[in-house]
């Protein structure tokens, strides 16, 4: 494997974790806010995260690559609503997809087909990410500051379960 695109897929993984950590500091937050729906959503997004990131692990690989790990930051603690926090989750999974189409062309431009085929399953993984996200804050926005809308979304976002949501 190119080392260039080596250390751009052990980057990846950093990255798949940090976002595992970033929705896992806001499931904790709901939580603490007692929004079990939405702790229960974002803990299950923090799982589809791990898994993103032992998918790139499996492929380095099988490709004979070493996965390399560096420290992950410190995630924000808190948000001030369901609202701020879906919206920093969508702004990240948008951050996530421009990562992904910056690994593809590093793919394209070192020649690595096997690699650009690869991706693309998080190509198309990532208009989930942020269509499910952006669902949510649409969602949240269109209550506005309606106490029994929040609960109402806090008790669907906890019925996301097998088969609802992205892999």
Known sequence: MNDKMLKALNDQIREELSSAYLYLAMAADFED???PGAAAWMSQQAQEEVAHAMKIYGYINDKGGKAVFDALPKPQE???SMLDAFKAAYKHEQYITDCINKLVKQAREVDDTSTEIFLQ???TEQVEEE?????VVQKLQMI???KNGLFMIDRELGGRGAG????
């Open 121 to 123: 399953w998080f190509v």
């Open 144 to 146: 506005g500051d309606s």
């Open 164 to 167: 609802s949501g992205s892999e």
């Open 33 to 35: 806010k007692n929004l």
């Open 78 to 80: 808190s948000w001030n």
């Open 131 to 135: 269509k499910s996200t952006d669902e």
